[in-house]
């Protein structure tokens, strides 16, 4: 079991591996943004961590950076590059992105055709 030091950290990119993003390459996306933030060595300022099902099926696969509060869609292993230096940059991958943390809520990015999705169900 390993407990990392975070005390260099700056972002933390969350990886979708939950079936649909697993079907849409979410464990080729997570080993290459992992390569790249090895080869770049970014591995002490940013953190990734696997996920399960993120709720954006349709997105897949879903990729989310915090804490600027993007979740970016259908990130494939040949975005790994670009997105990772969106982050080292300060810049967003815009293409991509499916929603932005902005003014204490999550908007959704309509330029990019995002559908809305459902309800939860309570």
């Given at each position: 079991?390993?407990?990392?030091?975070?005390?260099?950290?700056?972002?933390?990119?969350?990886?979708?591996?939950?079936?649909?993003?697993?079907?849409?390459?979410?464990?080729?996306?997570?080993?290459?943004?992992?390569?790249?933030?090895?080869?770049?060595?970014?591995?002490?300022?940013?953190?990734?961590?696997?996920?399960?099902?993120?709720?954006?099926?349709?997105?897949?696969?879903?990729?989310?950076?915090?804490?600027?509060?993007?979740?970016?869609?259908?990130?494939?292993?040949?975005d790994a590059k670009?997105?990772?230096?969106?982050?080292?940059?300060?810049?967003?991958?815009?293409?991509?992105?499916?929603?932005?943390?902005?003014?204490?809520?999550?908007?959704?990015?309509?330029?990019?055709?995002?559908?809305?999705?459902?309800?939860?169900?309570?």
């Open positions: 079991m390993a407990t990392w030091d975070f005390s260099e950290l700056k972002h933390h990119i969350l990886i979708c591996n939950g079936a649909s993003c697993l079907r849409n390459q979410g464990d080729e996306v997570t080993n290459a943004i992992r390569a790249e933030l090895n080869r770049r060595g970014l591995d002490e300022v940013i953190h990734t961590t696997r996920t399960r099902c993120n709720g954006r099926c349709h997105d897949a696969c879903v990729t989310i950076v915090y804490p600027e509060g993007i979740w970016y869609k259908d990130i494939k292993p040949g670009a997105l990772v230096q969106s982050i080292a940059s300060g810049a967003a991958l815009d293409k991509k992105i499916s929603h932005s943390y902005q003014h204490h809520q999550f908007v959704r990015n309509k330029e990019n055709n995002i559908i809305k999705g459902v309800k939860k169900y309570r």
